[in-house]
């Protein structure tokens, strides 16, 4: 079986920048223990996989270690190869996934997503953390990801987690996040549905952009909607290619 899979930079309009996902555009599903293996394979943060339904696209996203609830960067990604290729004279997908309805819109150059916010918990700075990441958090807050605000973006920037300790921390992920100076905050790993109403709050503003702190950098614009956060961004394909499977 052969199967049509899309590597998309997502948040930003030059490849080898922002964050890369893999899509890829079935028919039907396939078996969960398939899609598993070739997100493994990839051994890319995310996989997407996706397959109409009726006018809208039911969309699941895998890492390597298995599916996950919501991925921001790779449903980007899935609207713009289905906008790009699939749907050319569309300007609005809806998908059916895990975290509900998520609704992609684009407007001139930018994809614009409609994701739910993460509720966030304030928890206690811990020396593990500090021992971890490198630097002591001065908050850590906790929604589906563990997020840890730190005193500056040099700290975000120059961190480098343990990842022995990082298996011992909760949390599904670990959010790095500050104040930033050009930009409203700047993040390490992928979780502004964490990040933006943490900021949102704080800087008490609705409109943020939000820089991407990883070595391929990427930019978001971002605004809080309540218990909703809009994400938008650029998108660039890398590849297109065909992957084989077993029937």
Known sequence: MKLKQYVVDA???SVFKGNPAAVCVLPEWLPDTLMQDIAKENN?????????NGEEYELRWFTPGGEID???HATLGTAYVLMSFYEPNCSRISFQTKSGRLVVKKVNDLYEMDMPAYSLTRVPVTDEMEQTIGFRPLEAWM???LVCVMENEQQVIQASPDDENLKELDGLLLQLTAKGTDYDCVTRTLGHCHVVPLWAQKLQKSDLIAFQASKRSGVLYCHMDNDRVILAGKAALYSKAEIYVPE
Do not use: N, P
């Open 11 to 13: 948040f930003t309009d």
């Open 44 to 52: 890319l943060s995310e996989t997407a996989f996706t397959v109409k």
């Open 70 to 72: 919501l991925c921001g």
């Open 143 to 145: 929604g589906r990801d």
